[in-house]
């Protein structure tokens, strides 16, 4: 079965300052990891995914993450945050097998980003 | 480009009433899925479309729900005598397939009296 741990509810941090957002998962087979930005009465924006390759994965809006076999994790970065960063994150996970499409999200955590 | 548009945006309706709630996704995506948002959750998987046959529907949570995607494009989730638990941000993504990441229209939020 698959799954996703987000640890934290919320994540504060000053503007300026570098943030992480925590993803921990479990698949069976390899996984495709992916995170989402989801901000007030609008829908989930995707932002970047690990699909295979580097470890160190960048996407948009200078968010980054980094994919850690070991540790099954998948945490998000970012070197300096800015207040209009602050939204809802959400971590996914798909088993890379065949036949299996459908995304597992995690619980999500708001990030709140302070001036 | 346009992106995923589902409607309506917000749907009222009583217990035991029966909803449709529509997805357009992106125009060439042969891949479709629905997810359910409760409040304070993360999107949880409904059913998943590859072009006009189901491929996966375990995430149903029963016999009410129902999803069709008649031409392989457009696709219409159906409630039958929803219940106040059915109440949730209805969520429809799309996309091409394979590991590409999958884009989310805004949603419909469906509220049962």
């Known amino acids: 079965a698959q799954s996703v741990a987000q640890p934290e509810d919320q994540v504060n941090v000053a503007e300026g300052n570098p943030l992480t957002v925590k993803c921990t998962y479990s698949?069976?087979?390899?996984?495709?990891l992916f995170w989402y930005v989801q901000y007030p009465n609008r829908g989930l924006q995707f932002l970047l995914k690990y699909i295979t390759g580097d470890n160190l994965v960048k996407g948009s809006y200078g968010f980054e993450a980094e994919f850690n076999k070991s540790q099954t994790s998948f945490h998000l970065k970012k070197p300096s945050a800015l207040v209009s960063d602050s939204a809802l994150y959400f971590c996914a996970v798909r088993d890379m097998r065949a036949g299996f499409q459908k995304l597992v999200f995690g619980t999500g955590t708001r990030l709140l980003v302070s001036p | 480009g346009a992106g995923v548009s589902q409607t309506p945006s917000n749907k009222v309706t009583e217990k035991g009433k029966y909803v449709e709630l529509r997805c357009d996704p992106i125009s060439g995506h042969t891949a479709l899925y629905w997810y359910r948002q409760s409040l304070g959750q993360g999107p949880e998987f409904l059913i998943y479309?590859?072009?006009?046959?189901?491929?996966?529907d375990s995430g149903l949570p029963n016999d009410r729900f129902f999803a069709v995607r008649p031409e392989g494009s457009v696709s219409t989730l159906k409630i039958q005598r929803t219940e106040r638990g059915d109440s949730a941000v209805y969520l429809c993504a799309s996309s091409s397939g394979g590991p590409d990441e999958q884009f989310f229209g805004p949603g419909t939020r469906l509220t049962v009296l």
């Open positions: 698949v069976s087979g390899n996984p495709y």
């Open positions: 479309f590859q072009g006009t046959g189901a491929a996966d």
